[in-house]
């Protein structure tokens, strides 16, 4: 019996051949890697340039480390406010500068090694005051900079994901951006 696929499908599944599909992921998703990895760069060479201006001597506390990681968070509080609740962003903004850039800047596995670093160094209970505050800061962080931006921007929290001043519908998609407005 011979195939019951047309000759159209048959090229399309070739040797070397992707998939209509397939295409169609990784165009969707080119711009949107290339948006993670160049704000990923640009905020990873933010957290070195902090850990070179403000380094911390071994066996004390790291407050780079602890500063960088809560302003990052306060970051992405304010920004996830603006691009979610008051303007309707580009499908770029969000893996650019929330994924990529702020991702790249905070520095939860330096946080991880410097606790390490202090449990091994002997310095047990600032490793475990450091395993503690980090995320606490990190939360409280995130949470006054949603308020206050809220509150900056006369916003009560629902924003475009309750229908108001975009397309409708909240939700989100694989690459990053909420549904709602135009991108």
């Not at 711009?31 to 403000?54: D, E, F, N, Q």
């Not at 702020?102 to 390490?116: H, K, M, N, R």
């Amino acid at each position: 019996m011979g195939s019951s696929r047309s000759p159209l499908a048959e090229q399309a599944t070739g040797p070397g051949a992707t998939s209509p599909a397939h295409r169609g992921v990784w165009h969707g998703q080119g711009p949107v890697i290339c948006a993670v990895a160049a704000g990923g760069a640009a905020g990873a060479v933010a957290r070195y340039g902090a850990s070179l201006l403000w380094p911390t001597a071994a066996g004390t506390f790291p407050w780079t480390t602890f500063a960088v990681n809560a302003v990052g968070c306060a970051l992405i509080g304010v920004l996830l406010v603006l691009i979610t609740e008051v303007w309707a962003a580009h499908r770029l903004v969000r893996p650019f500068f929330g994924t990529g850039m702020l991702g790249g800047f905070t520095t939860f596995s330096t946080y991880a090694v410097d606790i390490q670093r202090l449990v091994d160094g002997g310095s047990p209970a600032t490793g475990l005051i450091h395993l503690a505050a980090t995320p606490l800061a990190a939360l409280a962080a995130v949470w006054a900079a949603v308020a206050v931006t809220r509150r900056a921007m006369g916003v009560s929290g629902a924003g475009r994901a309750s229908g108001a001043g975009g397309g409708g519908g909240g939700g989100s998609t694989a690459d990053g951006a909420t549904g709602g407005g135009a991108r």
